[in-house]
């Protein structure tokens, strides 16, 4: 079964700096990667996704990159902003089956 | 569109009781619903997967005796924690996903559940 990696666990960054979360995957045939913030006490939301046909996908501050070969794929945040702090998740799946969760990355993005 | 709503928000049990949860997808037809339980600062474990009109499949640790699931109609499923326990205390939240839609789940507000 499919098994995704995340890193790092906790990230502090300064307002207007990026924030990179990095995570692996193990199932070479997973071909959708969501990636969501959830705040606490809150349900994730689906922040942007990326399709094994795409190598990288933007929106706004936004931006996931997918490496089919090593199986790795990142969310970029640019500029960040205090309403980013949140915790991420990234997911891999494979058409219709289940939905697999890095164990998530707490963003600070410290004033 | 795609609206999942749960009930209840929040519910505190004695130990013992049992409690259930509706997971319902109100403006689409969800033919796969998945619940997840969350405990502080971890992820998201999936426990269950249900299709509707067919039994629940079960993640492996999951005792579907106590858990049980039921996938009625194509707008409801439940949750029902039975002789819920301390241990039991946690933030459920479903997921529903409809026919044609591969991939997309869409999550609910989720439940927290506190058991005394």
């Known amino acids: 079964g499919e098994n995704v990696e995340q890193h790092p666990s906790t990230l502090s960054v300064q307002e207007g700096d990026s924030a990179v979360i990095k995570c692996t995957y193990s199932d070479s045939a997973s071909n959708y990667f969501p990636w969501y913030k959830q705040e606490l006490g809150k349900r994730p939301q689906l922040i942007i996704d990326i399709r094994s046909n795409v190598g990288e996908k933007k929106d706004q501050r936004i931006a996931v990159t997918l490496n089919k070969t090593a199986k790795h794929f990142s969310l970029h945040i640019t500029e960040t902003q205090p309403e980013d702090s949140a915790v991420y998740f990234c997911a891999a799946t494979l058409g219709y089956d289940k939905i697999i969760f890095g164990k998530g990355t707490r963003l600070h993005i410290l004033p | 569109g795609a609206v999942v709503s749960q009930h209840p928000s929040w519910v505190i049990c004695k130990s013992g009781t049992s409690v259930k949860i509706e997971c319902r997808s109100l403006d689409f037809q969800a033919t796969t619903m998945f619940w997840y339980r969350q405990f502080p600062k971890q992820s998201l474990m999936l426990m269950a997967t249900?299709?509707?009109?067919?039994?629940?499949?079960?993640e492996q640790g999951v005792e579907k005796d106590k858990f049980l699931i039921n996938h009625a109609s194509l707008t409801l499923s439940t949750l029902t924690v039975t002789s819920a326990h301390p241990e039991d205390s946690s933030f459920y939240i479903c997921s529903a996903r409809g026919s044609g839609r591969a991939n997309e789940q869409f999550f609910g507000p989720g439940t927290r559940l506190t058991v005394l």
């Open positions: 249900s299709n509707e009109g067919s039994k629940a499949t079960y």
